[in-house]
């Protein structure tokens, strides 16, 4: 197995840095959009045949350094009794929501073998045949919450922010089921054999400081030490990260996923050398023409030649309007770079 990208994790990579993206398997792909159209996207995401099969379609078509399990962070919400719908239009939905102190009280905690079996079957199916490490993921605690509580309005979160401040306690018992169910899910993820793991923490950043560290971090820091007996390599993403590095860094995960506001070189200073650093290009430069993202992916790689420790990404996901062709140049670019 080629571990560029594993070397890079602990910061002991030579050579080029390894490349993948966040949503690699995704829209902006025909062949995705043509499964899409015979599947639902919940079949997708419980059907370990087909899920294995998105999770492969970008190592064939893109090169890419790293697999991502295709699921989605809410699947989860399912270990909690909890139903979740992905609708055309409007983002998921999990049902019902989330809103009472007695509800959080009643929420079971089933077994995620059981409840999750689709996706532990998904990871054996892809560790039988993949020639690059794959990575399993969960999301962060709050991130979770916040669409069990405000799925249907979450763009204010509404109802999140109004528990924060009206009933704290009953909030951090919902936050402590969510961080049991992860760790169940997590540990699962690995015994199945994902090589690393990324915790998608995407809300972080409507939280100001103070809530970050009430209400987000010290779950992040159970699941990371939950995971420490098993040595797996940890990436941590949020939106807006590159504003709050040193809380993150202090975290003690062995990877930062940063957005675009600041170059990666900056940020790169801003971390010890034994944390390694993922991103950072502005997903929106995808966009632009080829010569355009070579420009930008290149200045970017400049800035990082000869540092060990750096895993290239976007700074968050691909976005469904991206021509396949840019985002495949994006990885030609990388891979090519000497
Ligand atoms: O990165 C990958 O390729 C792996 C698969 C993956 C999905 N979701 C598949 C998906 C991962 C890692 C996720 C994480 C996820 N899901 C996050 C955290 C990352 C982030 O973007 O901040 C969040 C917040 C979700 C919740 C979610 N799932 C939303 C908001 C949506 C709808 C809007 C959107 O971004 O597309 C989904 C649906 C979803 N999850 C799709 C995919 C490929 C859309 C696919 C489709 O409509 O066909």
């Known amino acids: 197995m080629k571990c560029r990208f594993l070397d890079a994790l602990s910061c002991s990579n030579v050579g080029r840095a390894p490349v993948w993206l966040m949503r690699q398997a995704g829209r ?4 995705y959009q043509a499964l899409r159209r015979k599947h639902s ?7 370990p045949d087909l899920a294995a099969e998105v999770t492969r379609l970008p190592l064939a078509l893109l090169q890419v350094d790293a697999a991502i399990l295709f699921s989605d962070i809410l699947v989860i919400a399912e270990a909690l009794g909890l139903t979740i719908h992905f609708p055309d239009q409007g983002g998921p939905r999990i ?3 989330i809103r009472t102190a007695d509800q959080v009280a009643q929420l079971p905690l089933l077994p995620v073998e059981e409840k999750l079996k689709f996706v532990f079957e998904t990871i054996a199916q892809l560790r039988a045949d993949l020639s690059v490490p794959l990575i399993g993921f969960c999301g962060g605690p709050f991130t979770v919450a916040s669409y069990c509580i405000d799925s249907a309005s979450k763009d204010s979160f509404t109802f999140t922010k109004r528990w924060m401040r009206e009933d704290p306690q009953s909030l951090h018992h919902l936050l402590h089921k969510i961080t049991q169910v ?13 090589d690393a793991i990324q915790i998608f923490d995407s809300w972080l ?9 009430t209400f987000a971090y010290p779950y992040l820091q159970q699941i990371l030490r939950a995971l420490a007996e098993f040595s797996v390599p ?3 993403f949020c939106r807006h990260s590159s504003l709050f590095s040193q809380e993150l860094v202090a975290l003690g995960s062995t990877c930062i996923s940063f957005d675009w506001l600041k170059p ?7 971390v010890p050398r034994s944390i390694a650093v993922q991103g950072n290009l502005d997903p929106s430069i995808l966009k632009l023409s080829p010569s355009e993202i070579t420009r930008a992916t290149e200045e970017m790689l400049r800035s990082m030649q000869g540092e060990k420790g750096y895993i290239v990404n976007l700074g968050h996901g691909v ?3 991206v021509p396949f062709e840019h985002v495949r140049h994006f990885v030609d670019v990388v891979t090519s770079f000497c």
């Open 41 to 47: 996207l919940w079949e997708l995401f419980h059907c």
């Open 264 to 270: 990666i070189a900056a940020l790169r200073r801003e």
């Open 205 to 213: 950043n409507i939280l100001n400081q103070e809530e970050r560290h």
């Open 95 to 97: 049902e019902p929501a």
């Open 182 to 194: 992860s760790i169940a899910y997590l540990k699962g993820q690995v015994r199945q054999g994902v």
């Open 319 to 321: 976005t469904p309007d």
């Open 28 to 31: 902006y792909m025909p062949e």
């Open 234 to 236: 940890v990436i941590l």
